[in-house]
């Protein structure tokens, strides 16, 4: 399936939030997501499906200055 990661084309075989995450080796700390300009709680990770052409943000915190 390809979805929009970021703004790129993305192939995966993630059918959710939670594994998309697992498959970009994405640490869930410090970690947000939205999809379709939604954003997802983190406890709702494990149940949100992905389907084709879906966009997904994935943001980290990043520590420094």
Same mark, same amino acid.
């Given at each position: 399936?390809?979805?929009?990661?970021? +703004?790129? $084309?993305?192939? *995966? !075989?993630? /059918? *959710?939030?939670?594994?998309?995450? =697992?498959?970009?080796?994405?640490? &869930? =700390? +410090?970690? !947000?997501? &939205?999809?379709?300009?939604?954003?997802? $709680?983190?406890?709702?990770?494990?149940?949100? $499906?992905?389907?084709? +052409?879906?966009?997904?943000?994935?943001? *980290? &915190?990043?520590? +420094? /200055?």
């Amino acid at each position: 399936m390809i979805l929009i990661l970021n +703004g790129q $084309p993305c192939d *995966t !075989a993630a /059918g *959710t939030v939670a594994q998309l995450l =697992d498959e970009k080796g994405i640490d &869930a =700390d +410090g970690t !947000a997501v &939205a999809v379709s300009e939604q954003v997802v $709680p983190r406890s709702q990770w494990e149940s949100t $499906p992905l389907t084709e +052409g879906v966009a997904v943000e994935i943001l *980290t &915190a990043v520590q +420094g /200055g």
